[in-house]
């Protein structure tokens, strides 16, 4: 597995647009619409890829509300870029990991990204981690 980059953090939050305002302000940016996009996942989701901040809502009665219910608003997870997806996910799987979701999803701007994340445990410090590849169009 080799890792390139942080790509983004993701931010969980009650209210995509109430936190559009918010962050915007806070960070003197503008956030892109990919709200489309992650409906078919379960969520709301506007992007700062420049800055790596993406601010997600659950898709009201979603498979995500049971989640934000639990654990409040807050970091959603940590993505990682890396070189092949496949490799890294026979490194993290040869590593005792559990992969909470494997997917490809078609971002805004053409790109698509194949993501792994893994289940929030111990051995992540209790965050769910992601790792994602940048696939051609």
Do not use: C, W
């Not at 980059?5 to 990919?34: G, M, P, W």
């Not at 489309?36 to 979603?62: C, H, K, W, Y």
């Amino acid at each position: 597995m080799k890792i390139l980059r942080l790509h983004r953090v993701e931010y969980f939050v009650n209210d995509v647009e109430e936190a559009e305002v918010n962050f915007s302000k806070l960070l003197n940016t503008r956030f892109i619409d990919h709200q489309e996009q992650t409906r078919p996942f379960g969520s709301l989701s506007l992007m700062n890829i420049d800055l790596g901040t993406e601010l997600v809502a659950p898709v009201p009665g979603g498979v995500l509300d049971p989640v934000l219910e639990a654990n409040g608003q807050g970091i959603l997870t940590i993505v990682y870029e890396v070189e092949d997806i496949n490799d890294t996910r026979d490194y993290l799987l040869a590593n005792g990991f559990e992969i909470l979701n494997d997917a490809v999803i078609p971002v805004a701007g053409g790109e698509v990204y194949h993501q792994i994340s893994l289940s929030a445990s111990e051995k992540t410090a209790n965050i769910v981690i992601t790792y994602l590849q940048v696939m051609p169009a």
